[in-house]
């Protein structure tokens, strides 16, 4: 009987968490006329991020998966920018903050990353 393969990484699911990260932040930040913005943006940006890695790993043709990955990357850069605005606006929100901007950041370090990969190996076939 063989060991146990280890548990692979799970982009799906990293993305899943990131984006119920920031609905439980935004549902700690007080409504005001300048947050209501913020936190709608934030959770959209975030949320966005693994449906649309769901639709790239779904996708149809290799273009159409840079195109999915290309807004995975675009989300999550654009949450980094929500959460630095939330922090302005609301500076007890900066830790939990910290690490979902940390996150956003790696995130699209990686979706980066993917996007680079499949323009290299455009030449190759499926």
Known sequence: MS??????FDIEERTAAFGN?????????????????LVSQLVRSATSVGANYCEADDA??????????????KESREAKHWLRMLV??????????????????????IFNAI???TTANAGSKD
């Open 88 to 109: 302005t606006a609301v500076p007890e929100s900066k830790e939990p903050a910290r690490k979902l901007w940390q996150e956003a950041k790696e995130l699209n370090l």
């Open 60 to 73: 149809e043709s290799r273009a159409d998966f840079k195109h999915k990955i290309g807004i995975c990357k």
């Open 21 to 37: 990260a920031a609905i439980l932040l935004a549902k700690t930040v007080p409504l005001t006329p300048v947050t209501r913005p």
């Open 115 to 117: 996007v680079r990969s």
């Open 3 to 8: 060991a146990p393969k280890p548990r692979q």
